[in-house]
């Protein structure tokens, strides 16, 4: 699920129907058991072979307090499956625009299931949101764009998932801690090894918790004595809701995510997650809402999150939209994640720019990045993606270069990088 993302790009959202709307369905068939290959010795591990390293692995199962019994349940499940390794190693992040990836994900339809399932499980919803302030709207956003509310949970049996990650030396330590973690859920009852199929990446449940989260987050909604986060919809709901508040410290009462109208004038390099500013400036600056009203003269601090540049959508971001970046790193599936749950809470649609909104190729941008990288910048991987650290850089070398600095990449700044010219794009800001 949430949080540290791993499969940040094959999440199933691009999968996904765009009438896919069911009730829970019960877990897949039980996954058939293949003999387990052999990989090559993996060299973190001191080239000890997979039957080896899994062995160390059920040890310090048993001393994190898993039983034997559980340990012989789930090992026909313990197997290396090399092809979730290369799904890992090959996955790519969000690349589309923040507008077309938002139009997709945050459509009407699962707009409309969202608030379908808040009145459905009206009941759960109200508990959740007493006991632990998270509105409901935020909890159906996750839902519908994590599994469309149980539509999608993944079909990979989730224990041979794990364990081929913990064998792989990119996050061995992190996934043996994931591996132990579903033998806990095992161990106290919450869900059988062939009940635990997910997303490839060993996520489980309706929104897609690893195991960790699992284990810490849980709760027995329904009072059936399991943390079912695969049928239980009020389980979901009151994990969802305890993961979001003491995992990702939700502030209660406060919002999230807002549309706002930016003005021409505005000091760009004011325009990032870093700055937070009370309201009463962001409205001395000329910011109202997309209709002109004025912003609210009060000392809430927010930001002014631009995911296209000064010509693109405008958002006031607060200090709750850390938990949005939190649960997924990528600007455009956090900024999305907001935005729908704001119109699920009854928000208008944002409003479209009246003119296309430049972006680079695909080509250029992965050349920016290498351009960056030798001006002294830690953009992570060079992939022709726009991430948040190649937009900080990005901000930076525009401030360089006395260009709007709104952390959106153009030619002008591609061509004063590489030692030539471009058009400057207009100075005033087309909504």
Same mark, same amino acid.
């Given at each position: 699920?949430?949080?540290?993302r ?12 765009s009438c896919?709307?069911?009730? #829970?369905?019960?877990p897949?068939?039980k996954?058939?058991v ?9 060299s ?6 997979f039957?080896? #390293?899994l062995?160390d ?10 039983s034997?019994?559980t340990?012989a349940e789930a090992?026909p499940?313990?197997i290396?499956d090399q092809?979730i ?10 690349g589309q625009?923040?507008t077309? #990836? ?5 459509a009407?339809y699962r !707009?409309?299931n969202?608030?379908q399932h808040i009145?459905q499980?009206?009941?759960?919803f ?8 998270v509105p409901p709207?935020v909890?159906a956003?996750?839902w519908g764009?994590e599994s469309?509310f149980?539509? %999608? !949970? *993944?079909n ?15 996050r061995?330590e992190m996934f043996v801690n994931e +591996? ?6 095992i161990?106290? *009852?919450?869900l059988?090894?062939d009940? !635990?199929i ?6 489980l449940g309706? +929104?897609?918790?690893?195991?960790v989260h699992?284990v810490?987050?849980?709760?027995d909604?329904?009072g059936d004595?399991?943390r079912d $986060? ?7 709901? /009151?994990? +969802?809701a305890n993961?979001i508040?003491?995992?990702? @410290?939700w502030r209660r /009462?406060e ?7 930016v003005p021409?004038?505005?000091?760009w390099?004011?325009?990032?997650l870093?700055?937070r500013?009370?309201r009463s400036?962001w409205?001395? $600056?000329?910011v109202?809402?997309?209709? /002109?009203r004025?912003?609210?003269?009060d ?7 631009l995911?296209m540049?000064r #010509?693109?959508p405008?958002?006031?971001a ?10 997924? %790193?990528?600007?455009i ?5 907001g ?12 409003? @479209?720019? +009246?003119?296309p ?9 992965k050349?920016l990045?290498q351009? $960056?990288?030798?001006?002294g910048f830690?953009?992570? @991987?060079i992939d022709?993606v726009l ?6 850089a ?7 270069h /006395?260009?709007?600095?709104?952390s959106w990449p ?6 004063r990088?590489?030692g030539g ?6 100075a005033?800001i087309?909504?």
């Open positions: 699920m949430l949080l540290t791993y499969a940040i790009a094959t999440i199933a959202l691009a999968a996904y129907s896919a709307f069911a009730q #829970f369905a019960p897949p068939a996954p058939a293949p003999k387990a290959p052999s990989p090559r010795a993996a973190c591990h001191n080239g000890a072979s039957d080896r #390293f062995a692995v059920k040890q310090q199962a048993m001393a994190a307090g898993v034997q019994r340990i090992s499940y313990l290396y092809g390794v290369n799904r890992d190693r090959g996955q790519r992040v969000f625009l923040f077309e #990836f938002a139009g997709r994900m945050a009407p !707009m409309q969202g608030q009145k499980y009206a009941a759960a109200a508990r959740a949101e007493k006991e632990y302030g709207a909890i956003a996750f764009l469309d149980g539509a %999608n !949970m *993944g990979l049996p989730t224990l041979k998932s794990l364990v081929s990650l913990a064998y792989d030396c990119r061995s +591996t132990i973690a579903a033998l806990k859920i161990d106290r *009852g919450d059988h090894p009940e !635990m997910g997303s490839w990446a060993g996520e309706q +929104t897609q918790f690893l195991p699992y810490n987050y849980a709760v909604y329904d004595g399991r $986060l695969l049928r239980s919809g009020a389980d979901v709901i /009151g994990s +969802t993961y508040a003491n995992g990702l @410290k /009462g919002p999230w995510l807002e549309e706002i109208k021409p004038n505005l000091p390099d004011k325009t990032d870093n700055v500013e009370p400036i409205a001395q $600056l000329g109202t809402y997309p209709d /002109g004025p912003l609210p003269n000392n809430l601090a927010a930001s002014v999150l995911p540049g #010509f693109g405008a958002f006031m607060y200090p709750n939209f850390a938990a949005y970046t939190e649960w997924n %790193n990528s600007l599936y956090s900024t999305t994640a935005y729908l749950a704001s119109r699920i809470a009854g928000a208008p649609p944002m409003r @479209k720019p +009246t003119a909104v430049a972006q680079l190729p695909f080509n250029e941008l050349e990045q351009l $960056l990288v030798r001006a830690n953009v992570g @991987k022709g991430g948040q650290q190649s937009r900080a990005v901000k930076a070398m525009q401030i360089k /006395g260009l709007p600095a709104d153009t030619t002008e700044l591609l061509a990088m590489r010219t471009a058009q400057a794009q207009p005033g087309v909504r």
